[in-house]
């Protein structure tokens, strides 16, 4: 079992910064990759960016690539996403979720974190 604690929501303005955190416990030494996805109301969920544990490889959905930075801390257990000029249209809950078997889908989910961003 892997659990997954978000923080670090809250309100932004357009333009913008806000940086989230998950921090992971547990079998954590299972993790393979870590990602964040979003809901916004009325939608369906979409990725946001991944990183892989070991090599720190990214990937980052066209939507958000150079605003979006995701990056971990192996020694803490937390991966981060630095949001910079936030856009009305990031508004959503954002979870993040981990990887354990390698396949193309995710094992565990945290609870999310609300993100509005104001105009």
């Known amino acids: 079992q892997v659990q997954l604690v978000e923080s670090g929501g809250g309100l932004a303005q357009a333009g913008g910064s806000l940086r989230l955190s998950c921090a992971a416990s547990g079998r954590t030494f299972s993790i393979l990759r870590m990602g964040w996805f979003r809901q916004a109301p009325g939608k369906g969920r979409e990725f946001v960016a991944a990183?892989?544990?070991?090599?720190?490889?990214?990937n980052v959905a066209d939507s958000v690539k150079g605003r979006f930075t995701i990056s971990r801390d192996n020694a803490k257990n937390t991966v981060y996403l630095q949001m910079n000029r936030l856009k009305p249209e990031d508004t959503a809950v954002y979870y993040c979720?981990?990887?354990?078997?390698?396949?193309?889908?995710?094992?565990?989910w945290g609870q999310g974190t609300q993100v509005t961003v104001s105009s």
């Open positions: 979720a981990a990887d354990i078997g390698g396949a193309a889908t995710y094992d565990y």
């Open positions: 990183i892989e544990w070991r090599n720190s490889f990214t």
